[in-house]
Antibody
Framework: QVQLQESGPGLLKPSETLSLTCTVS????????WNWIRQSPEKGLEWIGY???????DYNPSLNSRVTMSVDTSKNQFSLKLTSVSAADTAVYYC????????????????????WGQGTMVTVSS | EVVLTQSPGTLSLSPGEGATLSCRAS???????LAWYQQKPGQAPRLVIY???SRATGIPDRFSGSGSGTDFTLTISRLEPEDFAVYFC?????????FGGGTKVEIK
């Protein structure tokens, strides 16, 4: 079954760059759009953005200037970089697949996240 | 940005009772772009409903979604013990994608 697993440092200092990787199992990363979402008590669930292996991306404007996402097809992984972190970036970070439903040779976008990683806690503190 | 307001914040119910959760959008959202998730403590959200009314894989038929425009509803017909959780709505009618603040369904 399809699985996603986040990895990366759990503790950062203010102004550092957050780097996370999501490893995708049992499906080709070229077949879907891939997302990062974070969750904190203060902001709730916050969509960070998506990336496609073609290079197509869309980022939340609230984070746009600090975010970069990329795909490594050779490793079946995608990644997130968030620069100049502060305490406000402390959250659980999830990677998630943008769902597609296929039937009879026709596929349609679910416009929802059908597979999520377990999440990784990232704390920003001096 | 589309703001999603969920109500009530907390719903205290007993197993076997029905639950009605509301999600109101600050502007119209296409039905195909509205989803609901269930989240239990320490777990990632799980897709329950997509396209406003289509159940995700493995979701029992006691869950149903309805609504259009700015008002959407998730209904759980008879609460099972495993249904007590927090539920979020989500829209991607326009970027950025946004989530509601959640409704906690707790055991009374």
């Amino acid at each position: 079954q399809v699985q996603l697993q986040e990895s990366g440092p759990g503790l950062l200092k203010p102004s550092e760059t957050l780097s996370l990787t999501c490893t995708v199992s049992d499906v080709s990363i070229t077949s879907y759009y891939w997302n990062w979402i974070r969750q904190s008590p203060e902001k709730g669930l916050e969509w960070i953005g998506y990336v496609h292996h073609s290079g197509n991306t869309d980022y939340n404007p609230s984070l746009n200037s600090r975010v970069t996402m990329s795909v490594d097809t050779s490793k079946n992984q995608f990644s997130l970089k968030l620069t100049s972190v502060s305490a406000a970036d402390t959250a659980v970070y999830y990677c998630a697949r943008w769902g597609v439903s296929c039937s009879g040779g026709t596929c349609s976008d679910l416009h929802a996240f059908d597979i999520w990683g377990q999440g990784t806690m990232v704390t920003v503190s001096s | 940005e589309v703001v999603l307001t969920q109500s009530p914040g907390t719903l205290s119910l007993s197993p076997g009772e029905g639950a009605t959760l509301s999600c109101r959008a600050s502007q119209s959202v296409p039905r195909t772009r509205l989803a609901w998730y269930q989240q239990k403590p320490g777990q990632a959200p799980r897709l329950v409903i997509y396209g406003a009314s289509s159940r995700a894989t493995g979701i029992p038929d006691r869950f149903s979604g309805s609504g259009s425009g700015t008002d959407f509803t998730l209904t759980i017909s008879r609460l099972e013990p495993e249904d007590f959780a927090v539920y979020f709505c989500q829209q991607f009618g326009s970027s950025p994608l946004t989530f509601g603040g959640g409704t906690k369904v707790e055991i009374k």
